[in-house]
């Protein structure tokens, strides 16, 4: 016997999961449901024209998948991410709210056990092998298309609005994390939007391989117990809703036996989670000081004061981007292990990894939108500190070499680097040339 807590919209098969696995406390995440809900939706319309469900029920079911697909019912949507690998208990659990409430829209009573049966109606023409990662693609598509891509094109564009800005404001370069050559502060930045527009590039590559949908393969791929124009017509109505270009896989046998495409778009998410690492690590340190540090640019004050240091003001969200990506990386990782757990003719790792995907895209957008928003959009260029900082470099002999020769630039250098003096000075005692032909060279102006 299997008891169901009053008032909860699930059945037997999910209370079993609810009882079994309770690992977690934490289950799919809404863009997950809401594909599952709107499969059911299509599906319920698609079984009524084929003749394979009665109206009043297709029509029923289509309300209430629409009503999950509202959120109306997220508290009755239970089960543990960690579950088994088929992704079934949530199928399931999706089935038995959806049918019930479809019960009440027919008999219009509360949570009656009516005659619609969330595996023989709900579930027509499917299974969870093919349900479940057709979910993954579709969820995953939902928010690269419509949440992660629309926030990096802004912070592409903040970026290359700094870049143009400061195209004109020079500054030293530094390799190695030593002083190097002059280059402009936009240079760098242009540098930072770069790396931005081609990660969406990558993303936009791995699409093609998401939009095909596995629906229609069941229980191994040969489509058993699906009518044969169910999956086709079915996808269709989904691509049609969402305003994506979804299609039936060319084979079925590789879309449930493998999610190479999700590892694919995971790696796309590690590199661009690398990305912002280094462009949130090359804003806090070029803003970090703001006298003792760098200080070549002002990072917005979000949460000025330490708790402990009056004044201080620290680098709070290029230090949250950094963290996000580190977590990203993580999920990249637990996404591999997980795509290497098909076996046969089905991969036993598909919630694990459909939290992982999800989750790392989520993370990524709204780190992004908060470096666009709190952070690029507000810096601020010291150009007195760049220009202080040229003078005060060593590197800057480089320029002379092509006048005196590498062997007497690297004198220079060393007589500066132990005088404490700058280049300029030290060259000018030693006559190389006249005062305004040496700022000249190196600066690359008069004086």
């Not at 049966?117 to 979910?135: A, W, Y």
């Not at 912070?155 to 020079?170: C, Y």
């Not at 999700?262 to 340190?285: M, Q």
């Not at 005088?419 to 006249?434: C, K, R």
Request: aromatic share 4%; charged share 20%; hydrophobic share 45%.
């Amino acid at each position: 016997v299997v008891r169901v807590p009053a008032g909860m919209y699930y059945g037997a098969s999910t209370q079993r999961a609810v009882d079994n696995f309770v690992i977690s406390g934490t289950v799919l995440p809404p863009v997950f449901h809401f594909s599952l809900a709107l499969l059911k939706r299509c599906a319920a319309i698609v079984n009524m024209e084929l003749d394979l469900l009665d109206l009043d029920m297709a029509q029923a079911i289509a309300q209430a998948a629409q009503e999950v697909m509202e959120e109306s019912f997220d508290e009755h949507l239970v089960v543990d991410v960690f579950q088994t690998g088929s992704g079934t208990s949530t199928n399931m659990n999706m089935n038995e709210v959806i049918a019930t409430r479809a019960n009440d829209i027919l008999d219009g009573e509360p949570r009656t056990k009516g005659r619609v049966h969330p595996n023989d109606h709900v579930n027509k023409c499917q299974s969870s092998n093919d349900v479940i990662p057709t979910c993954i693609h579709v969820a995953s598509m939902l928010l690269l298309r419509f949440k992660l891509r629309p926030v990096l094109e802004e912070l592409r564009d903040a970026l290359t609005t700094k870049a143009e800005a400061w195209q004109e404001i020079r500054k030293i370069g530094r390799t190695h994390l030593q002083d190097a050559v002059e280059m402009t502060l936009g240079q760098e930045v242009s540098g930072f939007a770069r790396q931005i527009e081609l990660a969406l590039n990558r993303l936009e590559a791995v699409e093609p391989r998401l939009t095909p949908l596995a629906l229609g393969g069941t229980a191994v791929g040969t489509g058993l117990g699906a009518h044969p124009e169910f999956a086709a017509r079915t996808i269709a109505a989904m691509a049609e809703y969402l305003e994506l270009p979804f299609t039936e896989t060319e084979n079925h046998f590789e879309a449930q036996a493998s999610i190479d495409s999700v590892v694919e778009l995971s790696g796309a998410l590690r590199t661009l989670a690398i990305s912002l690492t280094k462009i949130a690590n090359d804003i806090r340190w070029l803003g970090s000081g703001p006298r003792l540090g760098l200080g070549e640019i002002r990072l917005p004050a979000l949460q000025p004061g330490s708790s402990i240091m009056p004044g201080k003001v620290n680098p709070v969200i290029p230090e949250v981007v950094v963290q996000v990506a580190a977590q990203v990386v993580g999920n990249d990782a637990a996404i591999a292990w997980g795509g290497a757990g098909g076996y046969f003719q089905l991969n036993t790792m598909l919630p694990l990894v459909a939290q992982n995907v999800l989750e790392s895209m989520e993370l990524l957008a709204n780190a992004a939108q908060a470096l666009t928003e709190k952070c690029v959009q507000g810096l601020i260029a010291n150009e007195e500190r760049c220009q202080s900082n040229i003078a005060r470099s060593l590197a800057i002999v480089t320029n002379l070499v092509p006048h005196i020769g590498y062997d007497r630039a690297a004198e220079i250098a060393n007589r500066a680097y132990e005088s404490g003096q700058t280049i300029e000075e030290v060259a000018l005692a030693e006559g190389i040339m006249d005062a305004a032909e040496l700022h000249s060279v190196l600066f690359g102006e008069d004086r």
